[in-house]
């Protein structure tokens, strides 16, 4: 039983070490953390996905301006507006009570340079999700509905942490 058990260890060991070589040679990495060619930025909004984009970018090292701060202090000037939270009904059972739903959440983002040089002109960026809905258990499902949000919201969040590390305001 102890030598089985060996065995076994020993040939999990080596399928690990042989697939190592084939991760790195395919060019698999970490992502790890980002890396910005500003120092700071000002973030006047204040809802709920640009507070985690704030604590995102804080943790990346950048020194976050927010909306009492004026804009003149930051090197990039990031403006998050029309954040938007919808659901919409995907399908329905025969009798008319809803079946499945598609969430989404969208939201425009534009940034500038400190001496006003456009830097992200009016981008829209989307996320949704779709979900099934049963009326006997409506508040699992909008226990669900939350958590998804909340998913997208942070899904979005990282994508726009990566598109800002690739900013080269100078």
Known sequence: MERRRLLRSAALTGGALALAPMLAACGFRLRGSARF???????????PLAEELRLA??????????????????????????????????????????????????????ARSARGVDLITDLLMEQQRDVSYNETAALAKEAEEEILFRDMQSDLTQQLVRRLAALQPG
């Not at 120092?39 to 809802?47: E, F, G, R």
């Open 37 to 47: 060619a500003y120092d700071s930025l000002h973030l006047a909004a204040t809802t």
């Open 57 to 110: 970018l804080r943790g990346n090292g950048l020194q976050v301006f927010g909306p009492k701060d004026p804009p003149e202090r930051a090197q990039v000037v990031l403006l998050i507006s029309g954040e938007q939270r919808t659901r919409v009904v995907v399908s329905r059972t025969s009798n008319g009570q809803v079946r499945e739903l598609q969430l989404q959440l969208s939201v425009r983002v534009s």
